[in-house]
C-alpha cells in the first residue's frame, strides 16, 4: 500500500506564508501527476495545483501568481508553496498522486488532509 502524508499546515494572518509538503512512501514503482486539492467548510473540493512529472504546472485562477507546486521526484514529494494567503484561501488541502506500481494498474492515491487557516 501507498501513503500520502501531508505536513506544514496551520495558522496564519492575511498575506502571510506556507508551505505544504505531501510525501509519498510505500509500493511506489513511479509517481505520474501529482496534486493539490481543497475543501472549505460547506464547499466541494476544488483542485487547487497539478504537477507533471517533467514539471508542467496548472493552477485555479484564484491562486495564480500566489501559489507555486513544485515536486521532488527522487523523494516522491510534492510541495505547494503559499505566499500572500487570504482568508478565503481557509481550507483543508489534500494532496493527490497517480501510483504506477511494478504490477498492477496505476490508481490514485489520497493523503488525510492538513488544515490552513487564515485570519484577517
Known amino acids: 500500500q501507498v501513503q500520502l502524508v501531508e505536513s506544514g499546515g496551520g495558522l496564519v494572518q492575511s498575506g502571510g506564508s506556507l508551505r505544504l509538503s505531501c510525501a509519498a512512501s510505500?509500493?511506489?514503482?513511479?509517481?505520474?501527476?501529482m496534486g493539490w486539492y481543497r475543501q472549505a467548510p460547506g464547499k466541494q473540493r476544488e483542485l487547487v495545483a497539478t504537477?507533471?512529472?517533467?514539471?508542467?504546472?496548472n493552477y485555479v485562477d484564484s491562486v495564480k501568481g500566489r501559489f507555486t507546486i513544485s515536486r521532488d521526484n527522487a523523494k516522491n514529494t510534492v510541495y505547494l508553496q503559499m505566499n500572500g494567503l487570504k482568508p478565503e484561501d481557509t481550507a483543508v488541502y489534500y494532496c493527490?498522486?497517480?501510483?504506477?506500481?511494478?504490477?498492477?494498474?496505476?490508481?490514485?492515491?489520497w493523503g488525510q488532509g492538513t488544515q490552513v487557516t487564515v485570519s484577517s
Open positions: 510505500g509500493n511506489i514503482f513511479r509517481l505520474n501527476a
Open positions: 493527490n498522486a497517480e501510483i504506477v506500481r511494478l504490477l498492477g494498474t496505476p490508481y490514485t492515491s
Open positions: 504537477i507533471t512529472t517533467t514539471g508542467i504546472t
